[in-house]
């Protein structure tokens, strides 16, 4: 049991070091995150203003620390789909991956796990500090919301890896799984909160967005780490993320085990 | 006349290869079923993001739901017809770290239009479709006074649109001779001004309005236009007639884009093949 922790442990830092060594790749992501954090500001600020300065709850200090953790997380949160494994699995070299005497899943997510960790080093806190310098923002005193938060945050990384887990192995059916992958990357998007707070969409689209995993990837940890609603909504929150999480994950191994059973590898 | 053949003739490879790869999308047509509606699908849910906020209030930068949709409309369509024709520039740090670059300087034409005519994303025409439809939406419901002058401004607005947001991809091309591995960064005004363009440019802070309404010109390839057809007022700063020099605005585009292309042409110094 010990060692088979310790397996998983070397693949989340294996992950960790591997994202460290892409330094420009993390300044330039920087730079655009930044940049479309204060266009976001400013159209976002606009409609707090137009609504007379308050709306959902949120006033431009707390509609600005939902851009900046937005921002943030982006480079740790997996919005766009694409995955190594989706590949290895349509040119069928994931046939070695099952040779390794770990589980494919768990192997996989640990290693995704280590990648995102690092990218809150120059990406995730950069984003925050720096949108907290030049906007402003408002966050919480309370210092429960850090500690619920910082569960949350790796909730929304893990749940993340674990659905984009789902598009990558649909291709043992699919092969060519770019058209889903795109599906992922509106939906997770749009759905997940990245461009507006799902505060404000219209009831029915709060609710459709609900019925997916996308909100508990990334709306929930910004809810939570702001502190809006309170403490026993930030519980819930991180409690549903849970669920989701279990969901997900179940759902990943069922169409491992199915899938390994589809699998062809061409050629000899 | 004599000319003109020749001309022709010069352009004739470029052409051939378009047209390839033309038919090479079409061959698989399931695939490209998928790839035209997902593409449909990304401009809906970018159109959908807006009328989100107009869901909570009525006007945002002085500007209502419909108006906005003219300004949408036009940066999108604009864009997407950019994209379409330039956006494959963006694959160019691949070519820089697979050294397969060095092929393109063995033919006898320019290394630049080579790589614009490599590639065509027929795809984009879906987005495209969404952008227009935005577009007429906009022009039809926000009660535009049709003039020669309005005619002649959608004209401009779509013209000088499209090759200042083609300038971006030249630019951001220049800039990866330098970038590599940054490569991301020049998603920041790439795609970051097609997100700045499709905003009402009032709303923006004068940091915001040095940096998109002049440097990297994007409230000139839609906000501007739309400002001076619908008649209304511009902010401080940008004033509606100069919706009327967006051509000037493509014409900067393209002298920093081409300078900077030609800055790292001459930076660069072989894959070392």
């Excluded at chain 2, 013209?159 to 951001?172: D, E, N, R």
Aim: with cysteine; hydrophobic share 55%.
């Amino acid at each position: 049991m010990r060692a088979t922790a310790r397996v998983y442990w070397r693949l989340l830092a294996a992950g960790f070091r591997r994202q460290s060594a892409y330094r420009l790749a993390a300044l330039g992501g920087l730079v655009a995150n930044l940049t479309f954090g204060l266009l976001k500001v400013a159209i976002l600020f606009a409609t707090v203003r137009a609504a007379g300065g308050e709306l959902h709850g949120y006033d431009t200090a707390s509609m600005s620390t939902y851009v900046w953790l937005s921002q943030g997380l982006l480079g740790s949160v997996n919005l766009n789909g694409r995955t190594d494994l989706a590949l290895r699995v349509k040119d069928g070299q994931v046939a070695v991956d099952f040779l390794r005497p770990v589980d494919l899943q768990a192997a996989t997510l640990a290693t995704e796990a280590g990648m995102s960790l690092f990218a809150l080093i120059p990406r995730g806190l950069p984003s925050v500090l720096l949108g907290a310098l030049v906007v402003g923002m408002r966050l919480p005193s309370n210092p429960v919301f850090y500690l619920l938060g910082t569960v949350s945050l790796l909730l929304g990384i893990v749940i993340s890896a674990a659905t984009v887990y789902l598009v990558a192995v649909a291709g043992f059916w699919l092969v060519e799984t770019r058209g889903l992958q795109i599906l992922y990357m509106l939906a997770s998007g749009f759905l997940g909160g990245l461009y507006v707070p799902l505060a404000l969409f219209p009831g029915w689209l709060r609710a459709v967005a609900a019925a997916t995993p996308f909100p508990s990837i990334m709306m929930d940890p910004i809810d939570v780490l702001s502190g809006l609603g309170g403490e026993a909504h930030a519980a819930g929150l991180v409690l549903a993320q849970l669920a989701w999480l279990a969901g997900v994950a179940a759902a990943g191994q069922a169409l491992t085990r199915a899938g390994r059973r589809r699998l062809e590898v061409q050629g000899g | 006349m004599a000319e003109t053949a020749g001309r022709l003739e010069r352009l004739r490879p470029y052409r051939a290869v378009l047209a390839s790869r033309a038919r090479s999308q079409r061959a698989y047509r399931a695939n490209f079923a998928v790839d035209l509606v997902s593409s449909l699908l990304v401009g809906v849910v970018e159109l959908a993001e807006v009328w989100v906020l107009f869901t909570n209030v009525t006007a945002l930068g002085g500007m209502r739901f419909n108006q906005i949709l003219l300004v949408f409309g036009l940066a999108d369509l604009a864009f997407s017809l950019a994209d379409l024709s330039f956006g494959h520039l963006d694959n160019l740090p691949d070519f820089l770290r697979a050294g397969t670059l060095d092929v393109f300087y063995l033919r006898p034409q320019p290394v630049l239009a080579q790589l614009i005519t490599s590639d065509i994303s027929l795809r984009r025409l879906a987005r495209a479709a969404v952008g227009a439809a935005a577009m007429g939406a906009g022009l039809t419901t926000s009660g535009v006074t049709w003039s020669p002058h309005a005619a002649v401004l959608l004209v401009l607005g779509l013209v000088s649109g499209y090759a200042t947001f083609a300038g971006m991809f030249v630019l951001a091309a220049g800039l990866q001779f330098f970038l590599l591995d940054g490569a991301e960064m020049t998603n920041a005004f790439v795609y970051g001004g097609r997100y700045a363009a499709t905003q009402p440019a009032s709303v923006w802070t004068r940091p915001l309005k040095l940096v998109f309404g002049f440097f990297f010109p994007m409230a000139f390839t839609a906000y501007l236009p739309a400002v001076a057809i619908l008649g209304l007022p511009g902010p401080q700063w940008l004033p509606a007639w100069l919706g009327w020099c967006a051509p000037a605005a493509a014409l900067w585009s393209w002298a920093t884009g081409l300078l900077c292309w030609r800055w790292g042409l001459r930076h660069y110094q072989g894959g070392g093949g």
